[in-house]
T-cell receptor, first 111, second 112 residues
Framework: DAKTTQPPSMDCAEGRAANLPCNHSTISGNEYVYWYRQIHSQGPQYIIHGLKNNETNEMASLIITEDRKSSTLILPHATLRDTAVYYCIVRGTSGTYKYIFGTGTRLKVLA | DTAVSQTPKYLVTQMGNDKSIKCEQNLGHDTMYWYKQDSKKFLKIMFSYNNKELIINETVPNRFSPKSPDKAHLNLHINSLELGDSAVYFC???????????FGPGTRLTVT
């Protein structure tokens, strides 16, 4: 599975959009991009995933570049409860379906 | 209504002891996983079972033995506990091949 690179930490003002980047330059054609978050040592929580089109759900939007080498998770109106570690993961659709978690981005939403 | 539950939430024990952590999911999923998150917060997969059959074993010491009595349960038994086993252990489940996994609340194991 491809490796991902994320900034170790980011701050965001409450109510503003949080844009979390992820680099996955070695991604292959059948690999999806997934985002999870972990709030203060709770179990990781699924946020969103995508292959090549931009995706949106009730939690976030996922923007994937045309070459698929990077993506951005957007939390449109960050709240204090969004403070967490955000993980970007690349995983294929065959084989053992395992995730390889990196170090993630620690997002701190400031009041 | 907890989807993935783990017991106990905290476990403190001495080196050399044997302990078990239980995991249950009520989502009807076929696949269950165990992850370990160490003190540096790295989250690594240990095992995965699909319909009670082992499909992932990530070079975990054989002191760790997962047991799946049915597809709703995946328990983790650890023999001869060592200091380095101290970590938070997360159970997760998903339908086979599904996009997302659902994680339990974690079990914090402390070996003294």
């Amino acid at each position: 599975d491809a490796k991902t690179t994320q900034p170790p930490s980011m701050d965001c003002a409450e109510g503003r959009a949080a844009n979390l980047p992820c680099n996955h330059s070695t991604i292959s054609g059948n690999e999806y991009v997934y985002w999870y978050r972990q709030i203060h040592s709770q179990g990781p929580q699924y946020i969103i995933h995508g292959l090549k089109n931009n995706e949106t759900n009730e939690m976030a939007s996922l923007i994937i570049t045309e070459d698929r080498k990077s993506s951005t998770l957007i939390l449109p109106h960050a709240t204090l409860r969004d403070t967490a570690v955000y993980y970007c993961i690349v995983r294929g659709t065959s084989g053992t379906y395992k995730y390889i978690f990196g170090t993630g981005t620690r997002l701190k939403v400031l009041a | 209504d907890t989807a993935v539950s783990q017991t106990p939430k905290y476990l403190v024990t001495q080196m050399g002891n044997d302990k078990s952590i239980k995991c249950e999911q009520n989502l009807g999923h076929d696949t269950m996983y165990w992850y370990k998150q160490d003190s540096k917060k790295f989250l690594k997969i240990m095992f995965s079972y699909n319909n009670k059959e082992l499909i992932i074993n990530e070079t975990v010491p054989n002191r760790f033995s997962p047991k799946s009595p049915d597809k709703a349960h995946l328990n983790l038994h650890i023999n001869s506990l060592e200091l380095g086993d101290s970590a938070v252990y997360f159970c997760a489940s998903s339908p086979l091949g599904a996009y997302e996994q659902y994680f339990g609340p974690g079990t914090r194991l402390t070996v003294t």
